[in-house]
């Protein structure tokens, strides 16, 4: 162990992400405790992944990740070959996901006003709606099982034909036959709420420590008692684990027990800046496209297991651009500005990893979050402080807890958590 031990906080948060960065934001916002942040940017971080989408019943039912893809192709194979057309499946995730996404989700007009008043950061939160646009009937059969799946939320969903459609977003292709319209589906600037986090909390007090890399994490027992990072030994009574892509590894060090959480790769394209050309942000079978309060067009994503591979690859690429360029017709005459990679941190269930960790003291999860990290992360900042504090919890976190793991549906022990590749924390 270092023998640098002047550093002692009540918490140190390990990620600087748009997750670590909302806990340390909720966290340091009564400013009575002495909190930490180190993070050490490598290539590949989540929010490089995001188009800022606050997607919360979008991203609950699948739009985006490829399953409207897979459900689109077995339609038409079905069709063709004259077999029972099967039914569609959406991707609906259960509903304490839904619940934790809409409470989100509701969090950000409030947290929006909250850090332009008291630390002057605009995240650049829009009201756009999410449109999913109908090519065909297969997407129409998709559009209708999606509706059937949330009788509850159907005030929040509105059905748009051809005509309206047209005259709502003019620039979408015209041969589409209409969209389903998602009303509470809004966006933001992915990289500016990360850096709004950030700077309240700096304001609040809390020390960040970036471009500060842990290399190790020093216990008493089963206790956690600091971090030993590149820059010298950090004390703490509670270590969060936000580590993204890289929090098994943390909660290796720090636990023994290695997260079920692994890199998803997304590949992302952004246009130069155009003129206004979007109303609201759009999901197709093929892609996503938001344009940003700058006018540039994102276009993304793709969603592969490639481990940490954070490369650009030209197939991907070429299908994300088809399908932009297959819902609006413009695009094709127009520069493309950048490409990148992002990690999303994957869990085998796709829901976040929350909460403290069996027979270790001074530990709390904060990780997992694949494609919805933007989204939730006021939730998950505000649920991470009440749970620290004891306080009453808005909602019961059970469901995201560690132990899900532990046991499989007829109650017997699996193994989780085998990394495949040694790799350095974040």
């Given at each position: 162990m270092s023998t640098n031990m002047n550093k002692k906080y009540d918490i140190v948060i390990a990620g600087g992400g748009v997750i670590g960065a909302s806990c340390a934001y909720f966290l340091s916002k009564q400013k009575d405790l002495k909190i930490a942040l180190v993070d050490l940017k490598k290539p590949g971080n989540a929010s490089r992944a995001s188009a800022g989408g606050l997607w919360a019943i979008g991203e609950s039912v699948g739009l985006g990740c490829g399953v409207i893809f897979?459900?689109?192709?077995?339609?038409?194979?079905?069709?063709?070959?004259?077999?029972?057309?099967?039914?569609?499946?959406?991707?609906?995730?259960?509903?304490?996901?839904?619940?934790f996404a809409l409470k989100s989700n509701a969090m950000y007009p409030?947290?929006?006003?909250?850090?332009?008043?008291?630390?002057?950061?605009?995240?650049?939160?829009?009201?756009?709606?999410?449109?999913?646009?109908?090519?065909?009937?297969?997407?129409?059969?998709?559009a209708d099982s999606i509706v059937d799946h949330i009788p509850g939320l159907i005030d929040q969903v509105s059905w748009l034909s051809a005509e309206e459609l047209a005259e709502d977003e003019p620039y979408i292709n015209k041969k589409s036959?209409?969209?389903?319209?998602?009303?509470?589906?809004?966006?933001?600037?992915?990289?500016?709420?990360?850096?709004?986090?950030?700077?309240?909390?700096?304001?609040?007090?809390?020390?960040?420590?970036?471009?500060?890399?842990?290399?190790?994490?020093?216990?008493?027992?089963?206790?956690?008692?600091?971090?030993?990072?590149?820059?010298g030994f950090i004390g703490c009574e509670t270590l969060i684990n936000a580590a993204g892509s890289w929090a098994a590894q943390l909660s290796k060090m720090a636990t023994g027990i290695e997260l079920p959480v692994y890199p998803v790769k997304g590949q992302i394209i952004l246009s130069e800046r155009l003129p206004k050309i979007l109303k609201g942000c759009v999901s197709t079978t093929d892609c996503y496209i938001a344009q940003k309060?700058?006018?540039?067009?994102?276009?993304g994503s793709t969603t592969e297991e490639k481990g940490f591979d954070t490369t650009n690859t030209l197939p991907e690429l070429k299908e994300l651009v088809n399908g932009a360029v297959k819902c609006i017709p413009m695009l094709n005459d127009l520069n493309i500005k950048r490409c990148w990679a992002g990690l999303r941190p994957g869990t085998p269930d796709e829901f976040p990893i929350l909460g403290e960790m069996p027979g270790v003291e001074g530990y709390i999860n904060a990780c997992g979050h694949f494609r919805t990290g933007i989204l939730t992360s006021a939730i998950t900042g505000k649920?991470?402080?009440?749970?620290?504090?004891?306080?009453?919890?808005?909602?019961?976190?059970?469901?995201?807890?560690?132990?899900?793991?532990?046991?499989?549906?007829?109650?017997e022990s699996i193994k989780v958590g085998e990394a495949d590749q040694e790799v350095e924390i974040a």
């Open positions: 897979f459900n689109r192709m077995t339609m038409q194979q079905a069709d063709a070959t004259g077999e029972d057309l099967p039914p569609m499946r959406p991707h609906v995730l259960p509903d304490y996901f839904f619940e409030g947290l929006w006003q909250e850090l332009k008043d008291n630390h002057g950061v605009d995240f650049k939160f829009e009201k756009t709606g999410l449109k999913y646009v109908m090519y065909d009937e297969y997407d129409k059969m998709y036959i209409g969209a389903l319209e998602f009303k509470c589906d809004h966006q933001v600037n992915p990289y500016r709420l990360n850096e709004a986090y950030l700077e309240g909390a700096r304001q609040n007090g809390v020390d960040l420590f970036l471009e500060t890399e842990v290399l190790s994490i020093e216990k008493q027992g089963n206790k956690v008692i600091g971090v030993e990072t590149d820059a309060d700058n006018g540039e067009v994102l276009i649920l991470i402080n009440d749970l620290y504090r004891g306080l009453p919890l808005d909602m019961d976190i059970t469901p995201f807890k560690y132990d899900r793991f532990l046991k499989s549906t007829d109650n």
